[in-house]
């Protein structure tokens, strides 16, 4: 099934991971939320929802997006899958995506979590997980 990812990311971390992402999924397309049309979202099974956190809250650029509501229209009862990524791997900063997706179909939810800088190891684990999980629900 296809999934496409939808991401924020100031300094590349978030980025990278959707990079990461892509390689290890056929078929799998990212966006920045700049750059997201509404085309590529229609052609999706599931949307993958991606947020560095900043001061405890999602960034700005993935606050405009889940505002935004013809974007929540498009969305509406699509499974979602929701991750964070932050330097303290933190359950509690997904709550700040589940207050907007209060009422949407959010499937899946995990924290990056780990060092701030060059990729490390685990966060290539984390990566692991991450595919694993989406494999078990939705195929390779
Ligand atoms: C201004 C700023 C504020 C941050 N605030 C938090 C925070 O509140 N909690 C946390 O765990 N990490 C915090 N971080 C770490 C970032 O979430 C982490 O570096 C993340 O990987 C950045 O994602 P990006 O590289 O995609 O922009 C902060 C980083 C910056 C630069």
């Known amino acids: 099934m296809k999934g496409i990812v939808i991401y924020d ?10 990079e990461k992402l892509r390689k290890r999924r056929k078929g799998m397309e990212i966006f920045a939320v700049e750059e ?4 590529k979202l229609k052609e999706a099974d599931f949307i ?3 947020s560095p956190i900043y001061y405890g809250r999602l960034s700005k650029g993935m606050e405009n997006l889940l505002k935004d ?8 009862g699509r499974p979602l899958v929701i991750f964070t990524v932050s330097l303290w791997k933190c359950k509690k ?16 939810e995990y924290s990056f979590g780990g060092k701030f800088g060059p990729f490390d190891r685990r966060k290539e684990r984390e990566i692991d997980e991450f595919v694993e999980i989406l494999r078990r629900s939705y195929g390779n």
């Open 9 to 18: 990311s100031k300094y590349n971390t978030t980025k990278e991971i959707a």
């Open 48 to 50: 993958i929802l991606g």
């Open 93 to 108: 900063y997904l709550s700040n995506f589940r207050k907007f997706l209060e009422e949407e179909r959010v499937v899946m």
């Open 69 to 76: 509501l013809d974007f929540r229209k498009r969305i509406r």
């Open 36 to 39: 997201l049309s509404p085309f």
